[in-house]
């Protein structure tokens, strides 16, 4: 398995467009999370899926923010309209479930996200 | 959820043992201790995890204490590669699966 695919890798992008991230989770993993990394902040938990369904979107930060799993294959992490105070990395992870209880998460190589 | 405490940082020589403290004195019974590391400009990694015996794989091994409000993850021969952010999370598998992460610590290995 290639692991977590994020893309892009780096979005540059100016205030005010909206800014679509993408992440892959692997394959038979039942649980999904995207986190934003700044230095300021450390590591924050944004969202949580739970085979497909939103569990918990109390980290994100406000209405801009809003994220989808339309499949276990697939999520996406929209911002509209973005601002320079969003820029950072965002992580997405993967987790299974062994046994009906979750392991070891799988982190992608994260998105580098500048808003100009 | 339940909260951890970390030093911010240690220092190690390489080649020698590393101990990495962590307390987590409101630990509840569902809660398995997770230990996960980031090296600089990649995402966090998973190291080990237990819930209240120690446990040993081919990166660390995790020492438990037994009324389970602390934890140490051991490195057993520190190498360069080592260094890293090391974070202890508490995650309780029994009521979803959120993973929170602290503040961790900053692991510098000298050569």
């Known amino acids: 398995d290639a692991g977590v695919i994020q893309s892009p890798r780096h979005e540059v992008t100016e205030m005010g467009q909206e800014v679509t991230l993408r992440c892959k989770p692997i394959?038979?993993?039942?649980?999904l999370f995207w986190y934003r990394q700044t230095m300021m902040r450390g590591l924050e938990l944004l969202i949580y899926?739970?085979?497909?369904?939103?569990?918990?979107d109390s980290g994100m930060p406000e209405d801009r923010f809003s994220a989808k799993m339309p499949n276990a294959s697939f999520s996406t992490l929209k911002i509209q309209p973005s601002e320079p105070r969003d820029s950072a990395v965002y992580f997405c992870?993967?987790?299974?479930?062994?046994?009906?209880?979750?392991?070891?998460?799988?982190f992608g190589q994260g998105t580098r996200l500048t808003v100009v | 959820d339940a909260k951890t405490t970390q030093p911010n940082s240690m220092e190690s020589n390489e080649e020698e043992p590393v101990h990495l403290p962590c307390n987590h004195s409101?630990?509840?019974?569902?809660?398995?201790i997770h230990w996960y590391r980031q090296l600089p400009s990649q995402g966090p990694e998973y190291v080990i995890h237990?819930?209240?015996s120690n446990v040993n794989n081919r990166m660390a091994s995790l020492a438990i204490a037994e009324d389970r409000k602390s934890s140490t993850l051991i490195l057993h021969r520190a190498t360069l590669r080592d260094a890293a952010v090391y974070y202890c999370?508490?995650?309780?598998?029994?009521?979803?699966?959120?993973?929170?992460f602290g503040e961790g610590t900053q692991l510098t290995v000298n050569p």
């Open positions: 237990g819930l209240t």
């Open positions: 999370i508490l995650r309780d598998v029994t009521s979803g699966s959120r993973l929170t």
């Open positions: 992870a993967s987790s299974p479930t062994l046994g009906g209880r979750y392991t070891e998460a799988f």
């Open positions: 899926f739970n085979n497909n369904v939103p569990i918990d």
């Open positions: 394959s038979g993993h039942n649980s």
């Open positions: 409101t630990i509840s019974g569902t809660d398995y």
